[in-house]
């Protein structure tokens, strides 16, 4: 793809953090942009800081873990745009702090029905349209590096990332004679609420704060670099020097990385 000025770009959770500055920059370069977030007032507040036309901008505040309202969105926005040329799985939340065993299994179903089931659910329904698209397209899913790398009090977290990493790789093989690139996002720490606003985490609020401290990189670098992807086709974006230093040193200074982790659960659990 070597332009997204008059393309169709569908961002979800874009109310928010990486996907709020997603949306800014793509406007900026002439993209016609579909969002989605949870909360209506963010969504707005979104669409407030956009420099775009209002036919290019289409908008509507759901669920993402409600599958009947991402098929009709989907629909919608082909109805609305005529095409869809790419289509970021951006939303996401986090539960992190506690152990597996402090955690109830509704806490696995909770977070597994927004960021998993969200992809799969927004990948189904846009998947024809992209498939309709005579042009490149793009399926792009933001994981996480804790969708490559393991780590402890994230349990949760890094089950679903680790998921979206399994499907991401496994529908690019499917869809390799395809003009429809499907792309995986592996960001460190991006400066955004996600750690602060974690499900549970005021259980453990010296975790939430300390682990805060490693939320380095603005949104608006973290967007920029998705978007250069984008256009390079690549097939895994990875995000900042510490995913970067973390993927290394899990592949081949285990036992430093294991001493990481040993040295939270010590710090936060005692054990
Ligand atoms: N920040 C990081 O360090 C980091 C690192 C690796 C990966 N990521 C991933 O990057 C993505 C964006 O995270 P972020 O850091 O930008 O977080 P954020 O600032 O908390 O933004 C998350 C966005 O997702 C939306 N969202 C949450 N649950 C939703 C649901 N059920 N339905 C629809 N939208 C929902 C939120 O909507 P509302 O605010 O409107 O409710 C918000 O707009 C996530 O997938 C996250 O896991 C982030």
Redesign the pocket.
């Known amino acids: 793809m070597n332009t997204l000025k008059n393309k169709v770009v569908v961002i979800?959770?874009?109310?928010?953090?990486?996907?709020?500055?997603l949306a800014i920059l793509l406007a900026n370069n002439g993209a016609k942009l579909a969002l989605?977030?949870?909360?209506?007032?963010?969504?707005e507040e979104?669409a407030s800081l956009l420099n775009i036309k209002k036919d290019n901008l289409f908008t509507r505040?759901?669920?993402?873990?409600?599958k009947g309202a991402v098929f009709e969105f989907a629909k919608d926005v082909n109805d609305h745009f005529g095409q869809v040329d790419v289509v970021i799985?951006?939303?996401?939340?986090?539960i992190a702090g506690l152990t597996f065993e402090e955690l109830e299994t509704e806490d696995f179903e909770w977070i597994f029905?927004?960021?998993f089931m969200?992809v799969i659910y927004t990948s189904k329904a846009f998947l024809p349209f992209l498939r309709k698209n005579k042009e490149d397209t793009a399926l792009v899913n933001?994981?996480?590096?804790?969708g490559l790398v393991p780590m402890v009090l994230k349990t949760p977290?890094c089950a679903t990332?680790y998921a979206i990493t399994g499907f991401t790789d496994s529908l690019r093989m499917e869809l390799e004679n395809t003009a429809i690139h499907v792309m995986g996002?592996?960001?460190?720490?991006?400066?955004?609420?996600?750690?602060l606003?974690a499900f549970k985490a005021e259980k453990e609020p010296e975790y939430a704060k300390e682990f805060n401290k490693?939320?380095k990189?603005e949104?608006d670098t973290?967007a920029q670099i998705i978007i250069d992807g984008i256009l390079a086709k690549e097939e895994k974006i990875i995000?900042g020097n510490d995913?970067k230093k973390a993927i290394f040193a899990y592949k081949y200074l285990t036992f430093a990385f294991k001493s990481v982790a040993r040295k939270t659960m010590q710090k936060f659990k005692k054990i």
């Open positions: 979800t959770g874009a109310g928010n953090g990486i996907g709020r500055s989605n977030s949870r909360t209506l007032k963010n969504l979104t505040a759901f669920d993402i873990s409600d799985n951006n939303a996401g939340v986090a029905s927004i960021n969200g933001i994981s996480s590096v804790f977290y990332k996002v592996y960001p460190g720490g991006v400066k955004t609420g996600v750690t606003n490693n939320l990189m949104p973290a995000i995913a």
